[in-house]
């Protein structure tokens, strides 16, 4: 009776054998590769039940994953190839940065005070009769005169100006209203008798000094020469050094 009992389950069952209750089927009951992807409900494989580093990029199909997936500030230059990229919006601007600081030296360099510069006066030779100018800075001409006096020759270094209320001083004069009308104002002299020793002024020291009211100034040391033993006349020379400003 007992195996023919077992034979009648066995004939009624098939080849299936029931497991029992529910939550019963584990690991050991799933035969492997037996569950296929259309057996997995929509949405039943969450993140945790994924091992972690288990995915590589051949499981993600091309353009699956988007920019919402990505964790804010997770990937680095190392994980993207700058060729793809186009320009910066704001890298234009940066282009013009070099552009921007040569104009801010240019405007720098148009509100810049004029620089002073050295005017070097080499020796300049009068012979006694004549004059020459020896150097020009804004309305301000500085000239030598070789003169006779007498029975001397005489060396002046002469100032003039085109601009009216200038102001002017050396050696020997001085004026705080110089204007064009005044002619040549002289700034120092040197004066020699025929058969004497040259001179030079005083120690070729003379200093002269000269301002405009349009900004325009120089200063410097200009110093007069005379022989009255030259030839049948005198000749005077000049030579010095002024700084222009203005």
């Not at 988007?66 to 230059?77: E, F, I, Q, S, Y």
């Not at 006349?233 to 000049?238: A, N, T």
Request: charged share 15%.
């Amino acid at each position: 009776m007992a195996v023919a009992f077992i034979a009648l389950l066995a004939t009624l069952s098939g080849t299936a054998i029931a497991l029992p209750g529910k939550n019963s089927v584990d690991s050991g009951d799933i035969q492997r590769g037996a569950v296929k992807t259309n057996k997995i409900a929509r949405g039943a494989v969450t993140n945790p039940k994924v091992r972690n580093r288990t995915l590589t990029g051949a499981k993600f199909r091309n353009g699956t994953i988007t920019g919402n997936k990505v964790r804010a500030d997770t990937l680095t230059g190392a994980n993207i190839n700058e060729s793809t990229l186009g320009q910066v919006p704001s890298a234009n601007t940066a282009n013009s940065a070099n552009t921007a600081n040569t104009a801010n030296t240019a405007n720098t360099a148009t509100n810049a005070t004029a620089v002073a510069t050295l005017k070097t006066i080499g020796v300049t030779t009068v012979d006694e009769g004549g004059i020459a100018v020896l150097a020009t800075h804004g309305p301000f001409t500085i000239a030598g005169r070789c003169s006779p006096s007498a029975a001397n020759t005489l060396a002046e270094v002469l100032i003039s100006t085109t601009v009216a209320n200038s102001t002017a001083a050396g050696q020997d004069n001085s004026v705080t209203d110089l204007a064009p009308a005044d002619g040549p104002l002289e700034l120092s002299d040197a004066d020699d008798a025929p058969g004497g020793t040259p001179t030079a002024g005083d120690g070729y020291d003379d200093t002269i000094t000269a301002f405009a009211p349009t900004g325009a100034a120089l200063t410097g040391v200009v110093s007069p020469w005379a022989d009255a033993s030259v030839g049948a006349s005198g000749q005077c020379k000049f030579h010095g050094s002024i700084v222009l400003d203005g």
